[in-house]
C-alpha cells in the first residue's frame, strides 16, 4: 500500500489533521516551557493525571476526564502555590509529583482500582484519535496562536524577564499563569496523541531546534511551528509507508530537526568567523 | 528655594508575608535630586524599591510618589509609568531577543499595551536611546549575546525610553568588570543631568555612590540613616 492509499482512508487522514494541528499550535509552548524552567512540569502533569484518573475510576467516571480534570486543576494552581511557597514553578511542580503520585498509590492500594487501567492512559496513539478529539485539538492550537497572536509583547516581556515585566505594568504572574494552563492542556492533549514517554518530542524538541538558530521570539515560535508540523506530519507518513510505531517515529523526525537544526546553527557561526 | 518632593514615605514597614525587612522607615526625594543607598545585602534595599515600584504594598505607613497616595492597586499599578526601574544584571535566558525589541519593552503603557501594537514614534524613540546609549549599532543582534557592560545599558536604555522622571538604579554596576563599571556610572551621570531625572541608586560600593549622589543614606536594620 503506498503513501497515496493510506491518505484515502479516514483514520490516516485524522492522524495526519492531528499531527498537523498539534504540530502548528502545540508546539509553540516548548519555547514558554524552556524559557519559564518548566522542563519538570510534564512529570508533574503526568502523575496528577494519574492521579486524576484513580480519583476518577473510584467515583464510576472515565479515567480519560479524571485525568484531564486533574491536569486542568493543576495547571490553575501550579503558579499561584509556587508564589505561595515562595518556590519557582518547576520546584513546586516537584513537589506536585510526588504528592500526587503518592496519593495516587494510596488510593490504588485501599480502593483496589486497578492500576494498570490507570497506566493505560499514557499509552497514546495518534491513529486512535477520535473526531472529538481533532476538534479539541483544534481548538487548543487555534487558541494558543491567538494568545501568541494578541499579546505577543507580553509574553515576550514576562519570558525575557519576569521582573522586569513587573515593573513595567505588565500583569506577568497572570501572563505566566495563563501560559502554564495552556501548557498543562497542551501536555494533557498530546499525551493521547503520542504517549508520556514520547511528549517531549511533540512539546520539547521542536522548540529546542528552533531556539538554537532563531534570531527572535516571533522567529522562534514560527519556527517551532515549522519544526512541529515536520516532524509530526512526517513521523506519522514515515510510519506510514514504512509500517513504523508512529510515535516512535515522529519522536525520531523531530530529534533529526534537532539534530539539522544545530548543524545549521554551526555553519552558520563558522561562516561568520 | 525649597525642592518639590517627588517620592516621600512615612513610617513605613513593609516586608513578604508576616516578615518585615522595613520598619518605620522615613525617606524624602527631592525632584532631580540623585540619591544613593548603601548597605549590607538583606537589610531590604530591593523591597524598599519595590515599595516605590508599587509592587509590594505597604503593612504600615504612608507612601507617596509624584505626589499619588500609592493605596490602591490603581494608583500603584498607575504610578509604574513614571518609573524607570534598571535591576541588578541578571544572567539572561537563551530566549532571542533584539537590543531593538529589549528597550522597546520600556514603551509599554506608554506607547503601546494590550490590543495596541508599537507604533513607528515608539520605534524611532526607542533609536533615539540607542543612540545616546552608544548602542545602535547592535540594535538587532540577540541581548544574550552581550557583554555584561552592555546588557546594562540595554536595561538603562528601556529605563530611558520610557519618558519616566523617576529613576531606579538597583546596583546597576554589580558583577561588571572594572572598565564597564566606569562605563555605566559616567552614563548614568550623563543620562541624570541631561533628562532631568531624579535618581535613586542602590550599591555596594562606595565610590560609584560618591560619583552620582547628591547625598547618601545607609539602609541598616529597616531604617535609613545618614551616612
Given amino acids: 500500500m503506498s503513501l497515496l492509499d493510506f491518505l484515502t482512508i479516514p483514520l490516516f487522514q485524522k492522524a495526519l489533521i492531528g499531527a498537523f494541528l498539534s504540530g502548528a499550535g502545540l508546539s509553540l509552548l516548548g519555547v514558554v516551557i524552556l524559557n519559564l524552567n518548566l ?5 508533574a502533569l503526568m502523575h496528577i493525571a494519574l492521579l486524576g484518573a484513580a480519583i476518577a475510576m473510584i467515583l464510576g467516571f472515565p479515567p480519560l476526564a479524571g485525568a484531564m480534570a486533574g491536569i486542568i486543576i493543576a495547571s490553575l494552581l501550579l503558579g499561584p502555590a509556587g508564589d505561595f511557597l515562595n518556590m519557582d514553578t518547576g520546584v513546586s511542580g516537584v513537589l506536585f509529583m510526588t504528592g500526587s503520585l503518592g496519593l495516587a498509590f494510596l488510593i490504588f492500594y485501599k480502593a483496589g482500582v486497578p492500576a494498570m487501567d490507570a497506566f493505560a492512559l499514557f499509552s497514546g496513539s495518534i491513529l486512535a484519535l477520535s473526531t472529538l478529539e481533532i476538534w479539541v485539538i483544534g481548538g487548543l492550537a487555534v487558541l494558543i496562536i491567538l494568545i501568541f497572536f494578541f499579546f505577543y509583547r507580553e509574553i515576550q516581556m514576562v519570558l525575557f524577564n519576569q521582573e522586569v515585566a513587573e515593573s513595567l505594568g505588565v500583569p506577568a504572574k497572570q501572563i505566566r499563569n495563563a501560559l502554564l494552563l495552556l501548557t498543562g492542556l497542551a501536555i494533557g492533549v498530546n499525551i493521547r496523541m503520542v504517549g508520556v514517554l514520547l511528549i517531549d518530542a511533540a512539546v520539547l524538541l521542536p522548540a529546542i531546534a528552533a531556539l538554537s538558530i532563531a534570531k527572535s521570539l516571533r522567529g522562534a515560535l514560527m519556527l ?3 519544526f512541529g508540523i515536520v516532524s509530526q506530519v512526517g513521523g506519522v507518513a514515515f510510519s506510514m509507508a514504512y509500517d513504523c510505531p508512529s510515535g516512535a517515529s515522529i519522536t525520531l523526525a523531530a530529534v533529526l530537526m534537532v539534530c539539522l537544526a544545530a548543524i545549521y546553527g554551526h555553519i552558520v557561526k563558522s561562516i561568520r568567523r | 528655594m525649597t525642592r518639590e518632593a517627588v517620592v516621600e514615605i512615612h513610617s513605613l514597614v513593609a516586608g513578604y508575608g508576616r516578615h518585615q525587612v522595613l520598619h518605620k522607615l522615613d525617606l524624602t526625594v527631592c525632584r532631580g535630586e540623585a540619591l544613593g543607598i548603601a548597605g549590607d ?10 515599595v516605590i515600584l508599587g509592587l509590594i504594598a505597604p503593612m504600615e505607613g504612608d507612601v507617596s510618589v509624584q505626589g499619588q497616595m500609592l493605596d490602591t492597586p490603581r494608583v500603584r499599578r498607575l504610578i509604574r509609568c513614571q518609573i524607570g526601574y534598571v535591576p541588578q544584571l541578571h544572567t539572561p535566558g537563551k530566549m532571542p531577543v533584539s537590543v531593538h525589541d529589549a528597550v522597546l519593552m520600556g514603551r509599554w503603557s506608554k ?5 495596541k501594537r508599537p507604533v513607528i514614534q515608539d520605534r524611532q524613540k526607542v533609536s533615539e536611546i540607542l543612540q545616546e546609549i552608544g548602542l545602535s549599532h547592535k540594535e538587532w ?3 544574550h549575546l552581550l557583554s ?3 546588557q546594562q545599558k540595554v536595561s538603562i536604555g528601556r529605563a530611558l525610553v520610557r519618558e519616566a522622571s523617576i529613576l ?3 546596583e546597576p554596576s554589580t558583577y561588571l568588570d572594572h572598565a564597564s563599571q566606569a562605563e555605566i556610572i559616567e552614563l548614568i551621570r550623563t543620562v541624570h543631568l541631561k533628562h532631568h531625572l531624579t535618581l535613586i541608586m542602590i550599591s555596594h560600593d562606595p565610590e560609584h555612590l560618591e560619583a552620582i549622589s547628591d547625598r547618601i543614606l545607609l539602609l541598616k536594620n529597616g531604617r535609613l540613616e545618614e551616612r
Fill in chain 1, 39 to 43: 522542563t519538570t512540569i510534564r512529570f
Fill in chain 1, 224 to 226: 517551532s511551528a515549522f
Fill in chain 2, 41 to 50: 545585602n538583606g537589610t531590604g534595599k530591593t523591597t524598599l524599591f519595590k
Fill in chain 2, 111 to 115: 506607547g503601546f499595551g494590550f490590543f
Fill in chain 2, 141 to 143: 543582534r540577540p541581548v
Fill in chain 2, 148 to 150: 555584561g557592560g552592555e
Fill in chain 2, 168 to 170: 531606579l538604579l538597583d
